[in-house]
């Protein structure tokens, strides 16, 4: 059974960095082809891709935010944290980490999400 | 990075009806689609992934269709536990993208 769940702040002030971990459970990390991303959403809109991480330690970032984040892996651990600094109230979202697996990069599996918010 | 275009943003139908959403994608991207379903207060769902391969477990009255820029997903006959938001991913380049969503919702 593949599981994953976020685990970070629930409330960060301004220009604060948030660090997040997706502890996951059934698969792993060190597998070929295997990746583990986060997206997020703001409350009432759309879900938006901010980076990725595959089992080769091959880093992807959203363009966008790119120099705000940064993503790393423990394998041994079967976690993956994600940092952006910097933060700013339009930053407050739901932070969601996904499995992507395989040679395709869209998303089978996915934490629960948790949510951000950004106020002071 | 690609665009996507999803349309309507929300769709009002009634159980047993036929529902059509449509993703369309800035440049080509193939058949790089993914479609997910997502409740309120709940993680997305993985629907469809290469445009039209149906995900495990996932009923057979949900469908994808297209290539290139304009895609399809389509729900055969509307069940009570289909009113939700759907989404577009395109992952043709490694610069992941979502559409805006469309709601589905009861007539």
């Known amino acids: 059974q593949i599981t994953l769940k976020e685990s970070g702040p629930t409330l960060v002030k301004p220009t604060q960095t948030l660090t997040l971990t997706c502890t996951f459970s059934?698969?792993?990390?060190?597998?070929?082809?295997?990746?583990v991303g986060w997206i997020r959403q703001p409350p009432g809109k759309a879900l938006e891709w901010l980076a990725l991480?595959?089992?080769?330690?091959?880093?992807r970032y959203s363009p966008s935010l790119k120099s705000r984040l940064t993503i790393t892996k423990d394998t041994s651990k079967n976690q993956v944290v994600l940092t952006m600094t910097n933060m700013d109230p339009v930053d407050t979202a739901t932070y969601y980490c996904?499995?992507?697996?395989?040679?395709?990069?869209?998303?089978?599996?996915w934490g629960q999400g948790t949510l951000v918010t950004v106020s002071s | 990075d690609i665009q996507m275009t999803q349309s309507p943003s929300t769709l009002s139908a009634s159980v047993g009806d036929r529902v059509t959403i449509t993703c369309r994608a800035s440049?080509?991207?193939?058949?790089?689609l993914a479609w997910y379903q997502q409740k309120p207060g709940k993680a997305p769902k993985l629907l469809i992934y290469?445009?039209?391969s149906l995900e495990s477990g996932v009923p057979s009255r949900f469908s994808g269709s297209g290539s290139g820029t304009e895609f399809t997903l389509t729900i055969s006959s509307l069940q009570p536990d289909d009113f939700a938001t759907y989404y577009c991913?395109?992952?043709?380049?490694?610069?992941?993208?979502f559409g805006g969503g469309t709601k589905v919702e009861i007539k």
């Open positions: 991480i595959y089992w080769d330690d091959d880093k």
């Open positions: 996904a499995r992507q697996a395989g040679a395709e990069y869209y998303f089978d599996y």
């Open positions: 991913q395109q992952y043709n380049s490694y610069s992941l993208t």
């Open positions: 440049q080509s991207i193939s058949s790089w």
């Open positions: 290469k445009a039209s």
């Open positions: 059934g698969f792993s990390l060190s597998t070929s082809g295997v990746g």
